[in-house]
């Protein structure tokens, strides 16, 4: 076998390991809330807001509150994660229902980059039904105009 095949062959399996590695390395999972509490790396979590804890200094920009799980079976008892995100407050936050945060965990706080707000779909009832277009037809008329 000539040189400059195992030369090239080397350097391809170099470009392929070293591409793999900087995609894996870019990628940034979904976690629970427990994991995202410990977690070093960035992740991304998905939780209710606890309005009750929720407290924004202007002066500053920034925005504390605190999250649970979406799926906790009582939310008096959840588990919550105490959560600090600097930036503009997003004009829905009020009407959230959930967001979904991306950062990392230092000294107990999720420090939050980014901030995904979840809102109630206008299309969902107060009750969390969906309109049925057969049974609303006057609601699938507007819709369509």
């Known amino acids: 076998m000539s040189a400059k095949y195992v030369i090239g062959g080397l350097i391809i399996v170099l470009f392929v390991v070293w591409g793999s590695y900087s995609f894996m390395k870019t990628t940034i999972q979904y976690v629970s809330i427990e994991q995202a509490r410990t977690s070093e790396h960035v992740v991304q979590v998905m939780g209710e807001i606890d309005f009750d804890r929720v407290n924004y200094n202007t002066d500053e920009r920034r925005l504390e509150f605190a999250i ?64 049925d277009p057969q049974k609303h037809p006057d609601s699938a008329r507007v819709a369509g105009a």
Request: net charge negative.
């Open 68 to 131: 649970f799980d979406v799926e906790a079976p009582n939310e008096a008892t959840a588990v919550r994660l105490p959560v600090v995100y600097y930036g503009v407050v997003p004009g829905n936050f009020e009407q959230a229902t959930s967001v979904v945060l991306k950062g990392r965990s230092a000294d107990g706080v999720f420090k939050a980059d980014q901030m995904l707000v979840k809102c109630p779909s206008k299309y969902q009832g107060e009750g969390g039904e969906y309109q």
